[in-house]
């Protein structure tokens, strides 16, 4: 199965994950006097458009090159998870806000059926974070990793606002309100968290230094190659969901052009093969004086 397979297939069992849970945090929400649960609620349905942005940016980097784009399209995939941290901000703003506008408003006591609903909502948003998480590093996708942190970040808010139905029940009347102080923890965290999805991506548009493995796994295949001598450069970039290499090798300086040529094509070609996620590789090759 393709990088493009696994991570489309792991965004549509997001979307549907996002929209049943979405649904019942409403209801529960609603209907159960739990503004945390609401909040939640609200950052459920903002995931739904979230994955739905991720799954089109997907697709899109998937593309081949063309004339305008030689290097692919996969640069939309970081751009795309600078609108997903863009809709996480709005959401924890409204959280944040209407938490706050709750705390100084008189209102019911939540019902105790919520919290039982929160604990099933905690376990399965942990297992979907565990499962996504694992597929981003699969296909080395930044915004399949940018949905995985909505799944934690979800599991997270779900955990404070527990917390928060807990101590309102236990505590009993007057303190209504540790519901709303959950529910604007909840909304903090989620801004922390979109500073760690933010982070990556921006180092990734940025062509940033840090993919060490892939560079030292380059350099102890290249040295296997016959003719080849040792290895000088090596830069990588990241677009999308593969990988463009520049490396410099070092030949004996007495050979042809022609030889030369022929060892950087056998480079290539084993490169490719062991490799697959490297999608242009680029050897410039040096005389060993």
């Not at 209407?98 to 399965?124: C, D, R, S, V």
Request: overall charge neutral.
């Amino acid at each position: 199965m393709s990088h493009q397979t696994t991570a489309v297939k792991t965004i549509y069992f997001s979307i549907l994950s996002n929209a049943l849970l979405a649904a019942i945090k409403w209801t529960a929400g609603v209907f159960g006097n739990s503004y945390a649960l609401i909040a939640d609620a609200i950052e459920s349905t903002t995931d739904i458009f979230s994955s739905i942005l991720v799954l089109f940016g997907i697709k899109y980097s998937s593309k081949p090159a063309d004339k305008n784009h030689p290097y692919g399209h996969g640069r939309i995939e970081p751009l795309v998870t600078f609108l997903v941290v863009g809709s996480l901000i709005v959401s924890a703003s409204i959280i944040a806000r209407q938490a706050i506008i709750n705390i100084g408003t008189p209102h019911e006591m939540p019902k105790t059926y919520t919290l039982f609903i929160l604990a099933g909502i905690i376990i399965w948003k942990e297992i979907s974070y565990r499962l996504v998480v694992k597929k981003s590093k699969e296909t080395k996708s930044t915004s399949l990793k940018a949905d995985a942190w909505h799944h934690r970040s979800d599991a997270i808010t779900s955990v404070a606002a527990f917390i928060g139905i807990t101590v309102a029940l236990i505590l009993g009347k007057g303190f209504e309100k540790a519901d709303d102080i959950a529910a604007l923890f909840a909304s903090l965290f989620i801004l922390y968290n979109c500073y760690l999805i933010f982070r990556p991506a921006l180092g990734e548009i940025m062509d940033e230094h840090t993919h060490d493995e892939i560079i030292a796994n380059i350099r102890d295949i290249s040295k296997k190659v016959e003719g080849v001598i040792d290895t000088e450069k090596c830069f990588i970039r990241k677009t999308g969901m593969q990988f463009h290499a520049d490396l410099h090798i070092t030949v004996d300086a007495k050979i042809s052009v022609k030889e030369g040529h022929d060892i950087s094509h056998k480079l290539k070609n084993r490169l490719n093969q062991e490799i697959p996620e490297l999608s242009n590789i680029l050897i410039h090759v040096e005389p060993n004086d």
